[in-house]
T-cell receptor, first 111, second 111 residues
Framework: GENVEQHPSTLSVQEGDSAVIKCTYS??????FPWYKQELGKGPQLIID?????GEKKDQRIAVTLNKTAKHFSLHITETQPEDSAVYFC??????????FGAGTTVTVRA | KAGVTQTPRYLIKTRGQQVTLSCSPI?????VSWYQQTPGQGLQFLFE???????NKGNFPGRFSGRQFSNSRSEMNVSTLELGDSALYLC??????????FGPGTRLTVL
């Protein structure tokens, strides 16, 4: 099955700086790559996603890049704010109605 | 539009008992997926239903089962509970493709 690895496991950034989280996947058939943000006591919230026919996608301060050849994708958060502090998960799907998740990255934004 | 709702939010059971969790998807969504989240194993896929049919199933023992009703609401059942079943059980809904939107989860504690 699909195996998704996520790095780093924890990330501490100064408010206003950028944060980057990287994920690799094993199954070259994967074609959908969402990112979720999970705050304490809540379920994961879809923040951005990208499909295999697109190399980059941006939504305000958040961007995702995909390198199909290397089988890795990354989440970029610019101008970080305290409310960006949360656990972020990457996931991959081969269109079989199942998401395979990375282990998560705990992001702390220092004021 | 109301989000995914899960009931109950918290549950305490003892070993050997069984439990039923409920999920109401976002209005118009016909796909419901279930995931188990634990600190050690992360987010793991249990099963997915679309129009009352299970389309995919994860690697969980037969004690874990689910179903979907004609109004797209879904239930999952865990029989003969074990200590290791303590987890946050998340339900996600979608139109039937890749995008999945999660509910707040049901926190199950097995004593």
């Amino acid at each position: 099955g699909e195996n998704v690895e996520q790095h780093p496991s924890t990330l501490s950034v100064q408010e206003g700086d950028s944060a980057v989280i990287k994920c690799t996947y094993s199954d070259s058939a994967s074609n959908y790559f969402p990112w979720y943000k999970q705050e304490l006591g809540k379920g994961p919230q879809l923040i951005i996603d990208i499909r295999s026919n697109v190399g980059e996608k941006k939504d305000q301060r958040i961007a995702v890049t995909l390198n199909k050849t290397a089988k890795h994708f990354s989440l970029h958060i610019t101008e970080t704010q305290p409310e960006d502090s949360a656990v972020y998960f990457c996931a991959a799907s081969i269109n079989d109605y199942k998401l395979s998740f990375g282990a998560g990255t705990t992001v702390t934004v220092r004021a | 539009k109301a989000g995914v709702t899960q009931t109950p939010r918290y549950l305490i059971k003892t070993r050997g008992q069984q439990v039923t969790l409920s999920c109401s998807p976002i209005s118009g969504h016909r796909s419901v997926s279930w995931y188990q989240q634990t600190p050690g194993q992360g987010l793991q896929f249990l099963f997915e239903y679309f129009s009352e049919t299970q389309r995919n199933k994860g690697n969980f023992p037969g004690r874990f089962s689910g179903r979907q009703f004609s109004n797209s609401r879904s239930e999952m059942n865990v029989s003969t509970l074990e200590l290791g079943d303590s987890a946050l059980y998340l339900c996600a809904s979608g139109y039937g493709g890749d995008e999945q939107f999660f509910g707040p989860g049901t926190r199950l504690t097995v004593l």
